[in-house]
């Protein structure tokens, strides 16, 4: 016989489906509006002009609305931070998880959970006032604002999702196993990458997937470091992203200029929602 719930587990079931339902009834409600909204102008616009057309001109007498400039910038910010802020982020969390002493640790980890609690505008800011003027002193440049420092401040703005769910999984690796593997002669350093690294694999795939998350939706600090310029994008031009594209012209736009914004936002919508699924679908493979 199953046995019968109580009064106050049957409330949290409650409490909980009510939760989740909302969740997917938010999603479902975002995903409805981004669709009816962003299809009237990929309609007028046309698909192929729209998604590759190299030219963004809302404003211009004959205006044209190309938007491939801002997918392909998106596309080497977000792969740029992540090889630069995934290595230090990982090595990050293994120092800290495995090799740095209980005091050394716990002074570097509030460190860590300060850097996620600074607002992305301060990220933007200091970035704009100090490593935008270093970049085009050192590189001799007209204009320091450019792709090469949006992806230097995603990459240290992905760090503190990286390293704290990265540490956990880490940390979550029975003991048993490590023992085990210096029993049979293995180094502390072999023990930890051969054997605990791999026992966490899925939690730090998960802290990749988490990093990619923040920096593809990234906007206020890119808008102050990028330049915010519809180039086609280059290490040390001005560029603009896909968020940065919807942000900086929403407030004032208005007709098939307004309804072109909310067509990115559907094509970034959908650009994330892939990369969610692939990189789900990769991790059940691994895990089965």
Not at 35 to 46: K, L, M, T, V, Y
Not at 85 to 106: N, Q, Y
Not at 115 to 120: E, K, N, Q, T
């Amino acid at each position: 016989m199953k046995q019968k719930l109580r009064p106050m587990e049957l409330t949290m079931n409650a409490v909980f489906f009510i939760c989740g339902f909302i969740a997917i009834v938010f999603v479902l409600f975002i995903s409805i509006y981004l669709i009816i909204s962003g299809i009237p102008a990929i309609r007028e616009i046309g698909l192929v002009d729209f998604l590759f057309g190299t030219e963004w001109a809302s404003t211009a007498a004959e205006p044209k609305f190309g938007i491939l400039p801002f997918i392909l910038t998106s596309i080497y910010g977000t792969c740029g931070a992540i090889i630069i802020g995934v290595p230090v982020g990982f090595m990050t969390a293994v120092f800290l998880a495995k090799i740095a002493s209980p005091k050394l640790a716990a002074i570097v980890r509030p460190a860590v959970d300060l850097l996620a609690g600074i607002p992305s505008v301060v990220y933007g800011l200091i970035g704009m006032m100090v490593l935008v003027p270093a970049v085009r002193e050192a590189f001799d440049l007209p204009d320091g604002a450019s792709l090469f420092c949006a992806i230097i401040v995603l990459a240290v703005m992905i760090l503190p999702s990286i390293i704290s769910v990265s540490e956990t999984a880490l940390k979550s690796v029975p003991r048993e196993y490590e023992e085990a593997s210096l029993a049979l002669g293995a180094t502390h350093i072999e023990t930890v990458f051969r054997v605990s690294v791999p026992a966490a694999s899925s939690g730090i795939a998960a802290a990749v997937v988490l990093g990619i998350g923040r920096a593809i939706g990234e906007a206020m600090a890119l808008i102050m470091v990028a330049g915010n310029v519809a180039n086609m994008p280059s290490l040390f031009a001005s560029v603009r992203f896909l968020t940065t594209a919807v942000s900086s012209e929403m407030a004032y736009a208005s007709g098939l200029q307004r309804q072109a914004l909310y067509s990115i936002a559907l094509v970034l919508f959908i650009f994330i929602m892939i990369i969610n699924v692939a990189l789900n679908t990769l991790l059940k493979r691994k895990k089965g």
